[in-house]
């Protein structure tokens, strides 16, 4: 059966977050300078400053540091590549809750917020693309992350219009952006990467 977007988020949180991860992060004294350097490069993409604490995730992922500086490189080109930042975290939201990722949800209503998204559009990324009130570009982001997560690839509809705005480097960027984005939400579900105290998770608005 599986988790479905909507199912009861108690329940979904229980379930991925549970009573504690199942690898623990490395303490953050013990992160050397250069993977504090990777990471403060990610921070600054994202337009925030010098971590003073390195967030579990990163810590945890820290444990196969091959992987993690993949992880660290792949997600700065994202965050400074050529997609709108706005549009970005529309479609990250979008992944996040299609996920049913608390960790990833929660840290990117406040990444959305910083790039223009509001309360009332955070809200409507739950419902998706089809909910009342996008633009017809916004509609096309949303659905085909929809599509993309559940076909696999993008529909002639969806391309076309997101093509009325986008160019070819951009439209190359999405599903790359999106396939990252859905792996990420993938180790953190697996790992029950514990929430910052300033995360709340699926119930975050």
Not at 8 to 30: F, H, K, N, S, T
Not at 41 to 63: H, S
Not at 98 to 105: D, I, R, T
Request: proline share 5%; with cysteine; charged share 25%.
């Amino acid at each position: 059966m599986g988790y479905k977007p909507g199912d009861d988020i108690a329940a979904r949180m229980a379930e991925v977050v549970g009573d504690g991860p199942r690898i623990l992060a490395i303490p953050d004294e013990g992160i050397g300078a250069e993977e504090r350097a990777i990471v403060d490069e990610v921070r600054a993409a994202a337009g925030a400053g010098p971590a003073i604490e390195i967030p579990d995730y990163m810590r945890t992922m820290l444990k196969n540091p091959g992987v993690f500086r993949a992880q660290m490189n792949i997600g700065t080109a994202i965050f400074q590549g050529t997609l709108p930042k706005r549009e970005r975290e529309l479609a990250v939201l979008r992944v996040g809750w299609l996920c049913g990722a608390p960790y990833e949800w929660g840290e990117h209503v406040d990444i959305a917020k910083r790039y223009g998204v509001t309360a009332e559009e955070v809200e409507r990324a739950t419902a998706g693309s089809a909910a009342p009130g996008w633009s017809e570009h916004d509609r096309a982001i949303l659905k085909g992350v929809e599509e993309l997560l559940d076909n696999k690839a993008l529909s002639q509809e969806t391309w076309d219009t997101l093509a009325k705005t986008w160019n070819e480097a951009q439209m190359l960027e999405f599903p790359v952006m999106v396939g990252m984005y859905v792996t990420t939400a993938f180790v953190q579900n697996s790992v029950r990467n514990r929430l910052a105290e300033d995360n709340p998770g699926l119930s975050y608005r």
